[in-house]
């Protein structure tokens, strides 16, 4: 009987517009929602020391790092307090005060865990890839400037601001931005194609419209390449992806093929046996599959054969080693044979 006493009397007494019941009711939320908040973190940090038990910290660990350090004890309180007093009537400028610091601090947590997380993602990609360290700041930024006025806006109509103008001005804004740096754009779009298709990377020899050289950085607007002949040759990212790129440390062998003449006044016994000479040389090679040689052609001043091997490593100073040799011993064993390499000639005959 005294219980129901007790539970009028709540409901009987008010104090600032509100019942007695009302502020029970608010209290009991306010503690269950600090009671969920309490079971959270405690769960985060009891899978933290399962995930701290291997030898590398995992990308889940420094996630539930960061929700844990998010979830401030600041920021339960204020929530908890702000479920509490959806229960209450407080005055209009109470109300908006306590919302104005409440949704600041969810927003600077949501901004602090958004930002970790994009530097955990950033972070691994760079461990994964490092030659692209140029695009991923600037990814990182990029995603980061994106966030901060996602919340932001958020923010403001979380606090009864009309942002309806804000997000129409930020929009032309960003159409007037876009139309004046569109070359840069379509760079910095052309260098996120690169980045996700990855036709080339760092170090890696290739060939544009006539010059080659090897790739020595990548950046946001334009690719450096030092070529041959010492010269840094520097090209946007949109030329990149608008040409054809030749690139030959993706080869996974390199093809050879060429032809070599000897005289017309070779017997027909040593034509024969000329392939067989060829062939044997190039299978005595290391790193090198031979292909085929064949007597392909009568021409004006020799007999041609055609010579087709396989570098199985596709390095090209190994390419041109191997090359050499091969045309050396080739030479010995013409020289041995009594074999000629003829030089076009021409022949005057003068009658008197």
């Known amino acids: 009987m005294a219980f129901d006493d007790f539970i009028d009397y709540l409901e009987d007494n008010e104090f600032l517009d509100n019942t ?22 405690l769960s985060i940090k009891r899978q933290q020391k399962i995930l701290l038990r291997t030898v590398e910290i995992s990308r889940g660990e420094q996630i539930l790092n960061l929700v844990n350090k998010s979830i401030s004890w600041l920021l339960v ?121 990855k036709p080339f990377e760092l170090g890696d020899r290739i060939e544009i419209e006539g010059d080659s050289g090897n790739v020595e950085s990548i950046g946001i607007r334009s690719t450096k390449i030092r070529t041959s002949q010492g010269e840094l040759l520097i090209v946007s990212n949109k030329e990149l992806t608008d040409t054809r790129i030749r690139n030959f440390k993706k080869m996974d062998q390199r093809r050879i093929a060429f032809k070599i003449g000897v005289g017309v006044n070779t017997p027909a016994a040593k034509l024969k046996a000329i392939p067989g000479m060829i062939e044997k040389i190039i299978k005595g090679m290391k790193h090198i599959r031979f292909d085929r040689v064949f007597f392909v052609k009568i021409a004006d001043f020799s007999f041609d054969y055609e010579i087709v091997y396989y570098v199985e490593i596709p390095d090209y100073l190994t390419y041109l080693n191997a090359h050499q040799s091969i045309n050396l011993q080739i030479l010995e064993a013409f020289e041995k044979e009594k074999i000629t390499i003829p030089y076009p000639t021409q022949e005057v005959i003068v009658k008197k």
């Open 20 to 41: 007695g019941m009302d502020y029970l009711v608010g209290s009991a939320i306010f503690a269950l929602s600090v009671f969920i908040f309490i079971i959270i973190k």
């Open 77 to 197: 309180g204020l929530t908890s307090l702000y479920f509490a007093l959806t229960t209450l009537t407080i005055p209009a400028n109470y109300e908006m005060n306590v919302l104005l610091v409440i949704f600041a601090v969810i927003s600077i947590s949501a901004l602090r865990f958004f930002f970790g997380l994009i530097d955990v993602g950033i972070d691994y990609q760079k461990s994964q890839d490092e030659t692209s360290v140029h695009i991923l700041n600037f990814f990182r930024l990029f995603l980061r400037t994106l966030i901060l006025v996602i919340i932001f806006i958020w923010f403001l109509s979380n606090i009864g601001l009309n942002v309806n103008s804000l997000v129409a001005g930020f929009g032309i804004l960003g159409l007037a931005v876009a139309f004046s740096l569109q070359n840069v754009f379509s760079d910095i779009f052309a260098s996120l194609t690169i980045f996700l298709d």
